[in-house]
């Protein structure tokens, strides 16, 4: 019998108008996007800075609003929803930032932050927001007396692990993890990604995790999906899409990771320019004024997200001669 996803995104798109006393242009921030996510499965988002994955984070939890498209979390339009019912399915999703010293309040005790959402969500007693605010910290391998401290007295990774345990307490179903580990140290990175990746085996969370390092992506997700200019170029379950990228932008990304066997190196694909403004993208592909393989065809023609394998699409008119391209 088929499973409905926890998460299905259609045709979501979201443009940010200029100001009432601004004259700029629209920006085409995402663009017709459409995906899945499984229970218990975990889900990337991949691209450069300015392909639209933090914007797509929060527009599923509506922490922005869409300009069209649909958003179901658990068969629910959460893009329909009134304020009083989508704070009560905000308790099943939850949101782990970039930045974890930004997130947190500097004026509250880490107990306080944990416990808010609690009380928000109505749980009483206060002994049973305690326990669960504990609980959450055990879970992220933090001490108990952490509670009664501030974050500054933390460190980067301890801080992180601080706003996974603040997700953790409402006891959420789904998790929009966005680039959690990108602000710290590399000796710290591998830490956070291994905690999580164990939190969401162990607890079978769903999650759709955000980010631009795809060393990380390929070790914590199922599935992939590359992003270009708030489109999707490419997605494939992670082991195709690493073996197999068709799509020339994920070929690009792909060669840029670092070869760890001496005596291995690739060929390297740089692309050329930089990713052009979302208030001004170009016509028909937007890829294309940096595809090295792009035609006359490709200015005319927005290219269609068709499957070329089991589970893996592609939108890019050339697919077919460019198969055997590497």
Do not use: W
């Amino acid at each position: 019998m088929f499973e409905q996803p926890l998460l299905a995104v259609s045709g979501l798109t979201k443009h940010f108008k200029p100001s009432t006393f601004s004259r700029g242009p629209v920006v085409r921030a995402i663009e017709d996007v459409s995906f899945e996510v499984p229970r218990g499965k975990v889900v990337g988002l991949v691209g450069e800075s300015g392909s639209g994955k933090t914007t797509i984070g929060r527009s599923v939890l509506r922490l922005v609003e869409p300009t069209s498209g649909t958003v179901r979390f658990d068969g629910v339009d959460m893009t329909a929803l009134p304020p009083s019912e989508l704070r009560r399915q905000r308790a099943r999703m939850q949101y782990i930032f970039q930045d974890p010293f930004a997130s947190l309040s500097p004026r509250m005790t880490i107990g306080q932050i944990l416990m808010e959402g609690l009380e928000i969500q109505g749980l009483r007693p206060r002994e049973a927001r305690v326990a669960r605010a504990k609980a959450a910290l055990a879970a992220v391998e933090l001490p108990a007396d952490a509670f009664d401290r501030y974050a500054h007295e933390f460190s980067g990774g301890q801080r992180q692990r601080i706003g996974i345990a603040r997700a953790l307490a409402l006891e959420p179903e789904l998790i929009v993890a966005d680039e959690p580990v990108s602000a710290l140290d590399v000796s710290i990175q591998a830490q956070i990604i291994n905690l999580l990746r164990d939190l969401q085996q162990r607890l079978g969370l769903t999650m759709l995790f955000i980010s631009h390092d795809l060393a990380v992506v390929e070790y914590i997700c199922d599935t992939v999906i590359v992003l270009y200019l708030g489109r999707v170029m490419e997605m494939a379950p992670a082991a195709e899409l690493y073996a197999n990228p068709r799509h020339p932008y994920t070929r690009a990304l792909l060669s840029a990771i670092p070869e760890p066997a001496p005596g291995r190196a690739k060929q390297r694909q740089v692309l050329v320019g930089d990713i052009p403004s979302p208030a001004n993208p170009p016509s028909g592909c937007v890829f294309r004024t940096r595809c090295p393989h792009a035609a006359a065809a490709c200015a005319n023609t927005v290219p269609p997200l068709d499957n070329v394998a089991q589970a893996h699409r592609v939108a890019c008119i050339r697919k077919e001669e460019l198969a055997g391209v590497a």
